[in-house]
């Protein structure tokens, strides 16, 4: 079996897959929080995807993508028996599991899957785990199964009320505390503005929050310092010191500037890439 | 006879208005009658001062009346006894502080133009298919690993290759030549000689393999489990910032950042490939080393209004290479020296607006003997900017330090080394710019050619 081989791919939604890799090294060594650096093709970029889950007797890895620009696009119209060009990690600091008590785990939208991994530690580690999830609708909410499954309790909430509550992880978050749930650690995942509040909800509820940052990155191996994030008014590089960091201190707003440094060039990009290709990921 | 005194040969080079638009080489190779003609002004001294003075101990003379004789290929393997990477060197290395600068003619007449013959010798061979492949030793079964596959790690597996072990390479990233690939840019170093040099060191039997981040992927006591011994070469990483606020303003690139995207990304052919660069109006570069040139030179060819090199201290302390300083000129770049930045400043979008700097003049040397800037009072102005570029220095990388418990490290975060090389765990040598925090690419050699030596002492005591 040649490294880097797409071994199983599946859909989970019109702009999600979910791809099993063949790839020995990284499955013997990785650990919850980690992640991956991807490239398709020759004069690809290097994307950043978190591991959800690794089997080293088989020498797999499984990563979650969401269809959101050219590189993810690419990504998911790979085929079953294709390749990834490059795949290298375990990349970032693992997630300090221990039993922190009653702890939630927040996922929105792919972040869920991102974030399942971290559920799963943590419950192996004796923690009561609790799941919060949210999507926009119910078709974008996935692993709703697996969450149940491994979780103590799994609440979901979308923005239309198709599926769980109508509202935000925060509208679920702030429920569950009424209800008399005392939580003691809380894990988020998501896009930036939910993990902003998200996170200043659970200080405000004495729930000691931690999220999973995003930057742009480019080698992911700590030598560009693409990744800087600014936590407790320091830099940090996300890729070799996070991604995950204690929320409450994190420069959010700061983040999502930087974030949107590319975003003419990478439309263009995508519109490029369309031209050649029907992207299936039911977005654009 | 030698005749010293006709005029050095400098070749030919890319018109700047021309060439501050693409990214094809520079210089030019010479042509066969100006590699003679600046061979003919060789003295071959005895002892001679320029090999004495090359970290890698290149035959000068020897190789320079091979070139006279028109024997290319006998002249490249009299580089590559010492030097495996004579095609690279030739390029980048800076003569001016070595073989050049201590050639007896250069008062009078002028050096001889020793980076170029060098280089002239390397293509030439290997363009006539005169290049012969090191020859190894009898494979002695052992094997070894080598991390990274910047020149260091390049030179040390080609010397432990040519001693008949079995060398692999471990590179994190996905191309190989470390800062050669992702720093130094095309039309300094075409990336076709970086691959052709590679090759020449795979045909010597070494493996070479991608996506391998040691310390992550596979722990160092993992690997010596596995294999004999190691080097360790990965360079520098983490890029020093200012310390200023604003830093984190949209806009403002570390020179790491900003040549990794041009260079092993190849974002000046975007759309063509698929990561982008943000070049604005004004480019302001901070420093004024190797890497602030390359970051100028770099930026220049994205098509700004303008670039300018803000350096603290004046032009007879800045540490980039002398060619380069003055390619960047006639491409255009402004330099701005005795400059301190102090904050960057920013539009309501958090985007680089400009630079608030302050005027120094030259006090006293420091320990390096350089003399120290010295703020003025009130000289405080603003430089306009919406891209910035900080190039200030390399610190040592430090994922294999992190993850390897047995490797004891400096107070500084350097891997603690004895005088013969050796980490503190048995059978791993380090150095490169990992131990050095950005050198050159020769020092680079020479400390995996030294460790590579060490490496067979240490393998024949038979352990
Ligand atoms: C540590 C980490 C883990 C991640 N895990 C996952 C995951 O498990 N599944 C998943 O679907 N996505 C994940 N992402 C996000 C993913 O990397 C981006 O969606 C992807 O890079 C977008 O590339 P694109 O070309 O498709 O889109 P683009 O059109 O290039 O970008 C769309 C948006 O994605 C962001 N982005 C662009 N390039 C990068 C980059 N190189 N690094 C980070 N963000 C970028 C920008 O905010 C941009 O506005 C993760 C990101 C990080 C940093
Ligand atoms: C922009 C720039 C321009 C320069 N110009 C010149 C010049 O003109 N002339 C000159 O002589 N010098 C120049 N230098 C300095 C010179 O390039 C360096 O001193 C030299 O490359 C150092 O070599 P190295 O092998 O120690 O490390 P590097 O070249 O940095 O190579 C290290 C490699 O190791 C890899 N790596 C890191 N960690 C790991 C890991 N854990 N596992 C596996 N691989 C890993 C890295 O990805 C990298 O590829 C320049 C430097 C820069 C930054
Ligand atoms: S992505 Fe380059 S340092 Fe983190």
Known sequence: MEENTILVKESLNSAVVKFVIYKPLIAKSARAGQFVILRGREGGERVPVTLVDWDANNGTITVIIQAIGKSTCLFNSLKQGEKFLNVAGPLGTPVEIKNYGTVAVVGGGVGIAEVYPIARALKEAGNRVIAVLGARTKELLILEREMTALCDKTVCATDDGSHGLKGMVTDALQALHDGGEKIDAGFVIGPIPMMKFTSRLMEKLGTVSYASLNPIMLDGTGMCGCCRVTVEGKVRFACVEGPMFPARTIDFDELIRRTGEYKPLEKQSLQAFEKDHVCKCGLH | ?463
Not at chain 2, 41 to 67: D, E, T
Not at chain 2, 79 to 108: D, F, Y
Not at chain 2, 362 to 388: H, M, N, Q, Y
Request: overall charge neutral; hydrophobic content about 40%.
């Open chain 2, 1 to 463: 006879m030698p005749n010293p005194s006709l005029p050095r040969q400098n070749g030919k080079q890319q018109d700047p208005s021309v060439r501050k638009k693409n990214f094809e080489e520079v210089a030019q190779i010479f042509t066969r009658e100006e590699a003679l003609a600046e061979a003919d002004r060789c003295l071959h001294c005895n002892n001679a001062r320029c090999q004495a003075n090359c970290p890698v101990g290149v035959q000068i003379p020897a190789f320079i009346a091979l070139v006279k004789e028109n024997k290319v290929g006998e002249a490249l393997s009299k580089i590559m006894e010492t030097s495996l990477l004579p095609a690279i060197c030739g390029r980048v290395c800076p003569q001016e502080k070595h073989c050049e600068g201590n050639c007896v003619l250069k008062e009078k007449f002028g050096a001889v133009n020793i980076g170029m013959l060098e280089r002239y010798t390397a293509d030439t061979a290997r363009k006539e298919g005169l290049l012969t492949t090191p020859v190894c030793a009898k494979p002695t079964g052992k094997k070894v690993a080598c991390i990274g596959s910047g020149p260091s790690s390049l030179a040390a597996a080609a010397e432990l290759a040519r001693a008949g072990h079995q060398v692999t390479v471990f590179e994190a990233l996905h191309a190989f030549g470390g800062v050669l690939r992702y720093g130094i840019p095309s039309f300094r170093l075409p990336r076709e000689v970086i691959d052709a040099e590679i090759e020449t060191v795979k045909a010597m039997g070494v493996t070479f393999k991608t996506d391998v981040l040691i310390g992550a992927t596979e722990k160092v006591a993992d690997l010596l489990n596995q294999l004999a011994a190691g080097y360790s070469a990965s360079g520098a990483g983490l890029p020093p910032l200012l310390g200023i606020p604003g830093e984190s303003a949209v806009g403002v690139y570390s020179a790491n950042e900003f040549l990794t995207r041009v260079n092993l990304m190849q974002a000046y052919k975007f759309p063509q490939t698929d990561t982008p660069i943000q070049i604005g109006h004004r480019v302001v570069v901070l420093g004024g080393g190797n890497s602030a040139m390359d970051a100028a030179r770099c930026a220049m060819r994205l098509g700004p209004e303008a670039v300018t090199v803000a350096y603290r201290r004046s032009a007879a302390e800045m540490p980039a290479r002398a060619a380069e300083v003055l390619h960047a000129k006639e491409e255009g770049v402004v330099f701005d020296y005795l400059v301190t930045p102090k904050e960057i400043l920013q539009d309501e979008n958090g985007r680089v607006s400009g630079i608030k700097c302050t005027r120094n003049e030259l006090g006293a040397p420091d320990a390096k003997g350089r003399r120290r800037p010295v703020e003025i009072a009130g000289s405080e102005f603003v430089l306009p900017a919406d891209t910035v570029i900080v190039a200030i220095g390399q610190r040592p990388n430090p994922i294999i330090a992190k993850t390897t418990p047995e490797l004891k490290t400096t107070e500084r975060g350097v891997l603690a080394l004895d005088d013969q090389g050796r980490t503190t765990l048995p059978g791993v040598y380090a150095g490169g710019d990992i131990i050095r925090g950005g050198a050159t690419v020769l020092l680079a050699m020479k400390d995996g050619l030294e460790a590579a030596h060490r490496i067979n002492a240490y393998l024949q005591e038979g352990k």
